[in-house]
């Protein structure tokens, strides 16, 4: 386990240091930040002032060498924009992405494995409709509409949640429900597909001829296998959800990674935009690594 | 009548089908005792799974409906009984065993607890339970047995995980064990030592052993009684010898006369020219050796077997001279040209002359071709035969070649019964013309009554074509009737070869020894014999 482990540490080092350095040179070429950052009437002089702080007037090489430099002492630079070292920016943002990601994925799970047994075990009964329709308003309908539409409803028409912002648990209700939709409607599938196929396996065959109880059958035999291609999904559906939910964070003026990461683009704060990418990545790598592990678990075949 | 320890009455179960319903057994009635055997014996299709199914509450109902009739043990009649009352008989009173024990166990958990599941859900003590586990290994001959018990089955070889299921079935003491096709997947040797575990059991426990299979041999072998099934009626009913000797119904004698292994053997080496001359072909994958050293020589006009058990290095032998897999060292000259060593455009040359069949005829051919597509494929591959008439009249005369009508050209596979796939893998193969024909397995998979007409046909077309067999085979029967070679593999090497009669007559080599003698007779006088002879070592 420990050299599995070993092994996928550094191989996504070295994918995040080609990450790194491809996302420092694509930023770059975005332009350069000093003319966002100041006024259009403002002189030559203070532009190479602004220049000359930043570091902005160096050759692209020798930017790069610098940041690597600070990089390996623990140092990801001052975003320009708030002037605060971008590591706290960006962990901020992730104080706010990570519960919501961590809440919403909980219910995700726990959902889809209940509705989507559910529905295995009646097909065509009210759990497998409802998981069919779910699904395919997660497929269909793009979320930044169902966020709208959910504003309306529930915030303006009939006035019981706020619209946007954080601070009361009310406030979660929207994003999380709207995050929910697309992977419940995913996973539930996958639930429900290898539920089939494992209740209708030959141990579960053996298992009934041995005279265990149906329960057991169902959450013992059956869904212990069942997960094994269920967890790649809800690995794929957490990573992105790492990611932050760009439209839905904006959507819902949810100050998270996600909305983070676009404004600093937009803003040119290239060392925000940098650190968030690597929280993101090492973030991602760790919810891989939970899913082989949790996988290996679940699976003898994969530890021998 | 109410003395049996089970009887079935008057059964008739239907499946209800999207191509309407099929009534899998009709009117079906059997019963077996206390330390009594009963087989049910038939082939695929016959119904002969489906009334144990019943007896166990396994059948899915829908698609299955119970028509009519009563199962009738300890009294009662199972069929009128609750679900519940049902699962507390099932593995307590009555238990069963199937055939593929790799599937039929549960991957994701260890063998003990799997075994130790069937006491706690009647009611053990886990530690009660573990202590008995332990005992059943034991008995049934696993080794190592603390260890064992926290092993998952995919750790255990075939036959080891047909005794560990034997050991679960057990566990409780029941009164009636079912086993479905138990040493099917087997195999011989293992499945010789199987069976007389599943005797001895027997013996000790005094209960009573339903067997469904397919095997003439295994009936001979163990059955104290035989019924047998065709399309869901049971057409005869009797002792194994009874209805070996005396059969009366005609499906009965068909499936008698198609045994393979009865009829004379075929002597002597043809005198013509060799064809394949294989000489020191070795093989590995990583440290482990798949083929050692093989060589032999294969003449126009000749059938060699190939017989060994699962792992011996059959397949990759013959896989390594098609150069499907690169050999590591040696040489495979066809007419005195090494297929090792030919540049790829004289090797796609010398392949037309040689073609595969292989095991599972539902797998090897496309299933979105049609028949016509299938066999002239070939064709396209080697550039031949651009004219389309003249493909059409030769695809209709190959049709009728194997036994299939021109009509089937435009058929697909799925519309065919697996005998008659196995002959349009063999129409596929014809189309090129071939020297040789690879058969892997070809008739394995196969009822013993399609199996033999497959044989006849292959019989033919070598008279008739003067084509050479490579036959890769573990039915010992099989290879009597069709070889004039037989070569035996064990562990990637050759250790026996030479004519057939010579093989099956005057074996040399004590695995070729051991090989015949656990192989099964059909006839039980025979099979009686050899047991004898293999409880008293000479």
């Known amino acids: 386990m420990t050299k599995l482990i070993g092994q996928r540490a550094i191989a996504s080092l070295l994918s995040l240091l080609a990450l790194l350095v491809l996302v420092f040179f694509l930023s770059r070429l975005t332009g350069d930040p000093t003319s966002l950052f100041l006024p259009i009437d403002a002189s030559q002089e203070m532009r190479d002032q602004f220049r000359a702080l930043h570091g902005l007037d160096d050759p692209l090489l020798v930017q790069f060498g610098r940041y690597v430099w600070d990089l390996i002492h623990f140092d990801l630079g001052d975003s320009i924009r708030k002037a605060r070292p971008a590591i706290d920016v960006v962990l901020e943002a992730y104080a706010w992405t990570l519960p919501l990601a961590l809440v919403t994925m909980s219910l995700v799970v726990a959902a889809a494995i209940v509705i989507g047994s559910l529905a295995a075990f009646h097909v065509g009964g009210f759990f497998d409709r409802f998981a069919s329709v779910v699904s395919l308003i997660g497929a269909s309908a793009p979320d930044f509409w169902i966020a709208i539409v959910a504003i309306v409803i529930f915030s303006i028409n009939l006035g019981w949640l706020p619209t946007s912002g954080v601070g009361t648990p009310w406030h979660w209700i929207l994003p999380v429900a709207v995050l929910f939709i697309r992977p419940f409607g995913l996973i539930v599938q996958v639930v429900r597909g290898s539920m089939l196929a494992a209740l209708s396996s030959l141990y579960v065959k053996t298992a009934r001829a041995k005279g265990v109880k149906e329960g057991k059958i169902i959450f013992i035999h059956a869904l212990r296998n069942a997960m094994l291609p269920v967890i790649t999904v809800i690995g794929d559906q957490a990573a992105a959800m790492l990611n932050g939910a760009v439209v839905v964070e904006t959507i819902f003026g949810f100050p998270g990674i996600g909305k983070l990461m676009i404004d600093s683009i937009l803003q040119r704060d290239f060392n925000v935009v940098l650190a968030a990418i690597m929280v993101t990545a090492i973030a991602i790598f760790l919810m891989n690594l939970l899913i082989d592990i949790a996988y290996s678990l679940l699976d003898p075949r994969i530890r021998h | 009548m109410a003395d049996y320890l089970l009887s079935v009455r008057n059964l008739s179960v239907r499946f209800h089908t999207a191509r309407g319903a099929v009534d899998a057994v009709r009117s079906v009635s059997w019963h077996v005792d206390r330390g009594e055997t009963l087989a049910i014996l038939g082939e695929s299709g016959s119904g002969k799974s489906v009334s144990a199914s019943a007896i166990m509450n396994l059948l899915d109902i829908p698609p299955a409906e119970i028509v009519s009739g009563e199962i009738l ?29 790799l599937g039929h166990l549960n991957p994701v958990y260890p063998v003990g607890w799997q075994i130790a599941e069937i006491m706690t859900a009647h009611g053990s003590k886990p530690e009660d339970a573990r202590r008995r586990c332990l005992e059943l290994l034991t008995r049934v001959g696993i080794p190592d047995v603390d260890n064992a018990l926290r092993k998952y089955p995919h750790q255990f070889s075939g036959g080891q995980r047909q005794r560990l299921m034997i050991a679960m079935a057990l566990a409780l003491k029941p009164d009636l064990l079912i086993a479905d096709e138990p040493t099917t997947a087997l195999d011989v040797t293992i499945q010789a030592e199987v069976l007389s575990l599943l005797r001895e059991l027997q013996a000790e426990t005094g209960m009573g052993l339903v067997l469904i299979t397919h095997d003439l041999g295994v009936v001979a ?76 020589t294969l003449r126009r006009g000749q059938t060699i077997a190939i017989v060994g058990e699962s792992g011996s290095g059959k397949s990759t032998l013959a896989r390594s001279i098609l150069r499907l897999e690169p050999a590591d060292s040696g040489e495979a000259r066809w007419k005195g040209r090494d297929l090792l060593k030919m540049p790829p455009r004289e090797l796609l040359a010398a392949r037309r002359q040689m073609h595969m069949i292989f095991q599972d005829p539902t797998q090897s051919l496309n299933p979105r071709m049609s028949v016509y597509q299938i066999i002239s494929e070939g064709w396209d591959i080697h550039g031949l035969m651009p004219d389309r008439a003249a493909r059409r009249d030769r695809v209709t005369e190959l049709l009728v070649q194997v036994g299939l009508s021109p009509e089937h050209a435009l058929r697909y596979p799925h519309q065919f019964s697996g005998g008659q796939r196995q002959r349009i893998a063999i129409a596929r193969a014809l189309a090129l013309e071939p020297e040789l024909i690879i058969c892997d397995e070809a008739v394995s998979a196969l009822d013993v009554s399609i199996q033999a007409q497959v044989i006849t046909l292959l019989g033919r077309l070598r008279e008739e074509l003067g084509i050479s067999f490579l036959f890769i085979a573990h039915d010992l029967g099989v290879v009597r009737d069709f070889a004039d070679t037989v070569i035996v593999m064990k562990a990637g090497e050759i250790v026996e070869q030479g004519p057939t009669l010579q093989i099956f007559d005057e074996p040399r080599h004590p695995y070729t020894q051991r090989l015949l003698a656990a192989a099964l007779d059909p006839d039980p006088d025979v099979q009686e014999g050899r047991r004898q002879a293999a409880a008293t070592p000479s």
């Open chain 2, 73 to 101: 043990f300890g009294g009662q009649d199972l069929l009128k009984l609750s679900r519940e009352e049902r699962r507390r008989i099932n593995g307590k009173r009555i238990a069963m065993i199937f055939q593929d024990p």
């Open chain 2, 221 to 296: 072998d163990i059955a104290d009684r035989v019924v047998v099934m065709n399309h869901g009626e049971i057409v005869e009913e009797g002792s194994p010898r009874d209805i070996y000797h005396n059969p009366k119904h005609a499906y009965t004698k068909k499936l008698i006369a198609a045994a393979p292994g009865k009829g004379e053997i075929p002597a002597g080496e043809p005198e013509a020219d060799v064809l394949l001359d294989v000489r020191s072909l070795s093989k590995g994958y990583g440290d482990f050796t798949a083929l050692k050293e093989a060589s032999f």
